[in-house]
């Protein structure tokens, strides 16, 4: 193999690397935005069942 098909290959692993991490870090996100939403609206629930009684 030649130095520079070496470098490609390289190159080609560490951004397909990147991106892996990217899509992981933006699912985790995602998770995150879903559990918050669930948390405000099981606060509302809870401060509106409080009011009502």
Known sequence: MTSSLTT????VLCVMLALSS???T?????????NTV???QNAG???G?????
């Open 45 to 47: 629930n809870r401060v």
């Open 22 to 24: 990217c899509g992981n």
């Open 38 to 40: 669930d948390a405000t």
């Open 8 to 11: 490609k290959i390289a190159a």
């Open 49 to 53: 069942n409080a009011a009502a009684k």
């Open 26 to 34: 933006i699912r985790g996100m995602g998770k995150d935005a879903a």
